[in-house]
C-alpha cells in the first residue's frame, strides 16, 4: 500500500514536472499554463506547525511532561539509593565478613538491575503514553488536512517540513496553514 502510495506520487510529481517544463517552454500565460494551474493544484504547510497549533496540543504536552518529571523523580530516587547503599558497602569493606561483603555486593547488583529494567520499561511506557495522548490530535490534524484538501480541490499537500521542499512556486501551490487552522476549530 505505502509502495503504491509512493509510486502515485511520484507520477504524480514527473507529471507537474514536465506539465511546468511545457508550460515555461511556452513562455506565456497560455492555455497549457492554465490548465495545469487549474488542474494540478497543490497546498503546502509545515505539519510541525500545525500540530503545535491544534487545539489541545499544550494540554497534552503538559501531560507527558508532567509524566516524564514522574518517572525522572523515581530513577533518581533509585540512584540516590543505589549511591546511598554503594557508600555504605565501601565503607565497611574493610571490616564487613566475606559472607556480608558478598550479600551487600549481591544487593547492589539487584538494585542496578533493577533500575536499569525500570529505565527501560519508563521509557517504553512513556512513548506508549506520548502515542496514546497525542494520537486524537494526529487524528483531528490529519482530518482537518483531508478536509481542506477536497474542499480546496487539491490534487496534494505537500508538508514542508525538514526542508523537503526548498522551493515552492506560489503560483502553482498555495500554503494552506489558515485553513488548515480554521479546520481544526
Do not use: H
Not at 30 to 46: D, L, N, W
Not at 139 to 153: F, W
Amino acid at each position: 500500500m505505502l509502495y503504491m502510495r509512493n509510486l502515485l506520487f511520484a507520477v504524480t510529481m514527473a507529471l507537474c514536472a514536465s506539465l511546468s517544463a511545457y508550460a515555461q517552454d511556452v513562455q506565456t500565460d497560455s492555455a497549457a499554463t492554465r490548465v495545469i494551474r487549474e488542474y494540478v493544484r497543490f497546498g503546502y504547510f509545515s505539519y510541525s506547525d500545525m500540530l503545535r497549533n491544534s487545539p489541545g496540543y499544550d494540554i497534552a504536552q503538559k501531560k507527558i511532561a508532567d509524566l516524564r518529571k514522574a518517572y525522572e523523580t523515581e530513577l533518581k530516587r533509585n540512584e540516590e539509593q543505589f549511591s546511598k547503599q554503594f557508600a555504605e558497602y565501601v565503607e565497611g569493606q574493610q571490616t564487613f565478613p566475606e559472607n556480608i561483603l558478598l550479600k551487600r555486593q549481591k544487593e547492589l547488583k539487584q538494585l542496578m538491575e533493577q533500575s536499569m529494567q525500570f529505565k527501560q520499561e519508563a521509557k517504553q511506557l512513556l512513548e506508549a503514553s506520548e502515542q496514546e495522548v497525542m494520537a486524537p490530535i494526529y487524528k483531528q490534524l490529519d482530518d482537518a488536512i483531508y478536509q481542506v484538501g477536497m474542499e480546496r480541490g487539491y490534487s496534494f499537500i505537500l508538508n514542508t517540513d525538514n526542508k523537503a521542499y526548498p522551493f515552492i512556486n506560489g503560483d502553482q501551490g498555495e500554503d494552506v496553514s489558515p485553513y488548515i487552522i480554521e479546520a481544526m476549530k
